[in-house]
């Protein structure tokens, strides 16, 4: 890996996947003897609660559930 000139790195696609790391993800780096190490930031939310906060009330038309649900079965 190399240092970009901004001071970025970029984490090869493979190590991300083996560690469950997504884009929007936050992470620390924290100093250590000899090294730095990336950890997943604590209590920072998890890409699950990142989408159903961002889709949360945007069901089309402004519909209720029960709304919804009777469309679908077709009430």
Same mark, same amino acid.
């Given at each position: 890996?190399?240092?970009?000139?901004? /001071?970025?790195?970029?984490?090869? +696609?493979?190590?991300?996947?083996?560690?469950?790391?997504?884009?929007?993800?936050?992470?620390?780096?924290?100093?250590?003897? /000899?090294?730095?190490?990336?950890?997943?930031?604590?209590? +920072?939310?998890?890409?699950?609660?990142?989408? &159903? %906060? %961002?889709? %949360?009330?945007? &069901? +089309? /038309?402004?519909?209720?559930?029960?709304?919804?649900?009777?469309?679908?079965?077709?009430?």
């Amino acid at each position: 890996m190399r240092l970009n000139s901004k /001071g970025q790195i970029t984490i090869p +696609a493979d190590l991300r996947k083996r560690c469950g790391l997504h884009p929007g993800d936050e992470v620390d780096v924290i100093e250590e003897e /000899g090294g730095l190490r990336i950890v997943r930031r604590t209590g +920072a939310s998890t890409r699950g609660q990142r989408i &159903a %906060r %961002r889709m %949360r009330g945007t &069901a +089309a /038309g402004g519909m209720s559930t029960d709304e919804i649900m009777e469309l679908l079965r077709g009430e």
